[in-house]
């Protein structure tokens, strides 16, 4: 599993322009583009009955990787990064994301949209999203942040 994070990691930050001042958007291409055979991560899943789960590959000073397993119908609660930002690829089944609008110290829905293998999603340091495998297959989904996540702040949904 690490050598294959290496050539991830070469194929993603080892490049002309220094990664960490990337845009998030041009970071998200990089992120979508790079080589990665994710069913060499297959030791780091770990799917749970109870709730999906995140699994940290990787933690540096300026970033880190989590490796996240979402069974049917399971979710994340309604959050936000803690001012970090974030990339996530579908490796693998399709996750639906859900965005949301901030009132009154709660969460009202704004827009869902369905992303399936090869996706990425953009995560800036003000989103605040849910997100869920909806459908029938399990999934895989590979996150970047930077920094490294802090805090994930919960919210109720609106009204």
């Given at each position: 599993?690490?050598?294959?994070?290496l050539i991830f990691s070469s194929a993603?930050?080892?490049?002309?322009?220094?990664?960490?001042?990337?845009?998030?958007?041009?970071?998200?291409?990089?992120?979508?583009?790079?080589?990665?055979?994710?069913?060499?991560?297959?030791?780091?899943?770990?799917?749970?009955?109870?709730?999906?789960?995140?699994?940290?590959?990787?933690?540096?000073?300026?970033?880190?990787?989590?490796?996240?397993?979402?069974?049917?119908?399971?979710?994340?609660?309604?959050?936000?990064?803690?001012?970090?930002?974030?990339?996530?690829?579908?490796?693998?089944?399709?996750?639906?994301?859900?965005?949301?609008?901030?009132?009154?110290?709660?969460?009202?829905?704004?827009?869902a949209h369905t992303v399936g293998p090869?996706?990425?999603?953009?995560?800036?340091?003000?989103?605040?999203?849910?997100?869920?495998?909806?459908?029938?297959?399990?999934?895989?989904?590979?996150?970047?942040?930077?920094?490294?996540?802090?805090?994930?702040?919960?919210?109720?949904?609106?009204?």
């Amino acid at each position: 599993m690490l050598d294959e994070m290496l050539i991830f990691s070469s194929a993603l930050f080892d490049e002309e322009e220094p990664w960490q001042s990337l845009p998030l958007d041009a970071l998200a291409s990089r992120f979508a583009h790079a080589r990665l055979d994710w069913r060499r991560l297959a030791s780091a899943l770990r799917f749970d009955l109870a709730s999906y789960h995140r699994g940290l590959l990787f933690r540096g000073v300026g970033h880190e990787l989590l490796l996240a397993s979402w069974l049917p119908g399971q979710a994340s609660p309604i959050h936000d990064h803690g001012g970090s930002e974030g990339v996530t690829r579908i490796l693998t089944g399709a996750l639906e994301e859900t965005r949301f609008e901030r009132v009154d110290g709660c969460a009202r829905p704004l827009c869902a949209h369905t992303v399936g293998p090869g996706s990425v999603l953009l995560e800036r340091s003000d989103t605040l999203h849910q997100v869920r495998n909806a459908f029938h297959r399990p999934a895989v989904s590979l996150h970047l942040y930077r920094p490294p996540l802090a805090e994930m702040r919960i919210y109720p949904l609106f009204g």
